[in-house]
């Protein structure tokens, strides 16, 4: 079965940086579409950004030019850089993968089927 574990999570002051990080195993990571999701209480699950294999990206508007979603694929782990973090940027984060080709980038998480656990990020 696909393995998604995510890490780097945490309590941060506005202003401030994490860095999130997904290790992939189980599958040719290389070839999937990978993503990162986030839910806020009370929120339905968002997606922040997706790398698709073939290098192309998406991000929600809110992150863009804060977060950078990025992919090792000799170490088959995704990640995000998130900057100048606000307090409307907190919830639980989530990694995602789908092995299917997408003609477009898709930040809908109904299109993703694997998922990691989790990493909560809290901003205040």
């Known amino acids: 079965d696909v393995q998604l574990v995510e890490s780097g999570g945490g309590l941060v002051q506005p202003g401030g940086s994490l860095r999130l990080s997904c290790a992939a195993s189980?599958?040719?990571?290389?070839?999937?579409?990978m993503g990162w999701f986030r839910q806020a209480p009370g929120k339905e699950r968002e997606g922040v950004a997706v790398r698709n294999s073939d290098g192309r990206l998406r991000y929600v508007d809110s992150v863009k030019g804060r977060f950078t979603i990025s992919r090792d694929n000799a170490k088959n782990t995704l990640y995000l850089q998130m900057n100048s973090l606000e307090p409307e940027d907190t919830g639980m984060y989530y990694c995602a993968a789908d092995g299917k080709w997408f003609s477009v980038v898709t930040l809908n998480p109904s299109d993703f089927r694997h998922w990691g656990q989790g990493t909560q990020v809290t901003v205040s």
């Open positions: 189980r599958f040719s990571f290389s070839t999937y579409s």
